[in-house]
């Protein structure tokens, strides 16, 4: 037969045990947790980047069709000009 009192430690030490394991679960899952939070910042950080690169393309295109725009307009004018003469 096992003694009281050695049936008592091995309780205390599954309490002990369980006291430890759970902070420690909960610390895992929280730090989890602020990985995911972290990956999204950094996610959403680089969608924003991407967005300003993306304007600044759209910006960049919209000035070169002005441009070509321009071009066409001085090469009809240039070309009506040697017409006449």
Request: net charge negative; hydrophobic share 35%; glycine share 2%.
């Amino acid at each position: 037969m096992i003694p009281v009192d050695r049936v008592n430690v091995g309780s205390e030490n599954e309490t002990n045990l369980t006291n430890t394991v759970e902070p420690q679960t909960n610390l895992k899952l929280k730090d989890e947790n602020l990985s995911a939070v972290k990956g999204w910042e950094k996610a959403e950080s680089e969608v924003l980047a991407l967005k300003q690169e993306l304007e600044k393309a759209t910006q960049q295109r919209e000035a070169l069709n002005e441009c070509m725009l321009q071009l066409r307009f001085a090469r009809e004018e240039q070309e009506k000009r040697y017409m006449m003469i």
